[in-house]
């Protein structure tokens, strides 16, 4: 069984562009979740896609955006980046009953300079 | 909003010694989520909880949901290298946002 599958592995952007991060999650897994990892903040929850909705968002600009296509596939869009969006970005897909809690990807490093 | 605290941050044990790491969060949770996360991999998914005053074994790990549903803890019995990592817990308020905890990095000297 495929696990959680994160695209690209590495990414290096300059200030000011913009970045699409992919996510494909274990076939069958409806929900899908977006974090921020970084140091000094830890594990920062983006939002939460269930079926093509968002169903929850955390504390970050607007310039962070995501979607869910109806195979469950999920992006994740941050427009004008700036240096403190160098992170890890990590997708965690689950089934419908969060019981079996999240399968992570490997995540997407994000360096901007 | 929600915030959720562990400690300790760091903890360094002899490798045979016990580990306890502590959850608290600022707001009740509906359920709690407890990951480990190795060094330059990603948070691996270990158990949840749900009920007031819960208990759950998992060989030399057990968790503990408090009678409030705010706070919880992960015991490891006589530990090993291999319990290496970061733990996380991670609770919902039941809004689909899982928080999670700032963490605590074990170390295990042989």
């Known amino acids: 069984k495929a696990g959680v599958t994160q695209t690209p592995r590495y990414l290096i952007k300059t200030r000011g562009q913009q970045v699409t991060l992919s996510c494909s999650p274990i076939s069958g897994h409806r929900s899908v979740s977006w974090y921020q990892q970084t140091p000094g903040q830890g594990l920062q929850f983006l939002f939460e896609?269930?079926?093509?909705?968002?169903?929850n968002k955390g504390n970050f600009p607007g310039r962070f955006s995501g979607r869910q296509f109806s195979n469950s596939r999920s992006e994740m869009n941050v427009s004008t980046l700036e240096l403190g969006d160098s992170a890890l970005y990590l997708c965690?897909?689950?089934?419908?009953?969060?019981?079996?809690?999240?399968?992570f990807g490997s995540g997407t490093r994000l360096t901007v300079v | 909003g929600q915030q959720v605290m562990q400690i300790p941050q760091y903890q360094h044990v002899q490798e045979g010694e016990d580990f306890t790491t502590y959850c608290n969060s600022s707001t009740t949770l509906s359920n709690i989520q407890w990951y480990k996360q190795r060094p330059g991999g990603h948070p691996v998914f270990l158990i949840q909880l749900v009920k007031s005053g819960e208990v759950k074994k998992q060989k030399r790990l057990t968790f503990q949901f408090g009678e409030a549903k705010k706070n919880s803890s992960l015991h490891i019995t006589a530990t090993q290298t291999t319990d290496v990592g970061t733990y996380f817990c991670a609770g919902e308020d039941g809004t689909y946002k899982y928080i999670f905890g700032t963490g605590t990095r074990l170390k295990v000297l042989a």
């Open positions: 896609y269930f079926s093509e909705t968002q169903r």
């Open positions: 965690a897909s689950s089934p419908r009953d969060r019981v079996y809690g999240y399968t």
